[in-house]
């Protein structure tokens, strides 16, 4: 069966950096674009950043610049990569699959907060 499994949260000093990691299994990871989102507390999720099967990312204005989305087809790994964090990136962190209608993790938390 298909499996989403999120790492690498917790809590990040304002300013600095952290690293999300997504690790799929049951489906052909290479073929299938994948999106991180995230979920604040009383807010709708939202789409942070996709990858497509061949690498081209894409990011939400509120991140681009400071988030960094990459694959590693090898691993079956999407990553994460964020910096600058800000009390605004405090969220729960989703990874999803584009196969067969999309798949969801469980999520992660981050806290940014000092």
């Known amino acids: 069966q298909v499996q989403l499994v999120e790492s690498g949260g917790g809590l990040v000093q304002p300013g600095g950096p952290a690293r999300l990691s997504c690790v799929a299994s049951?489906?052909?990871?290479?073929?299938?674009?994948m999106s991180w989102y995230r979920q604040a507390p009383g807010q709708e999720r939202e789409l942070v950043a996709s990858?497509?099967?061949?690498?081209?990312?894409k990011y939400a204005d509120s991140v681009k610049g400071r988030f960094t989305i990459s694959r590693d087809n090898a691993k079956n790994t999407v990553y994460l990569q964020m910096r600058s964090l800000e009390a605004e990136d405090t969220a729960v962190y989703y990874c999803r699959s584009g196969y067969s209608g999309g798949y969801w993790g469980q999520g992660t938390q981050v806290t940014v907060s000092s």
């Open positions: 990858i497509n099967s061949v690498g081209i990312p």
């Open positions: 049951g489906f052909t990871f290479s073929r299938y674009d």
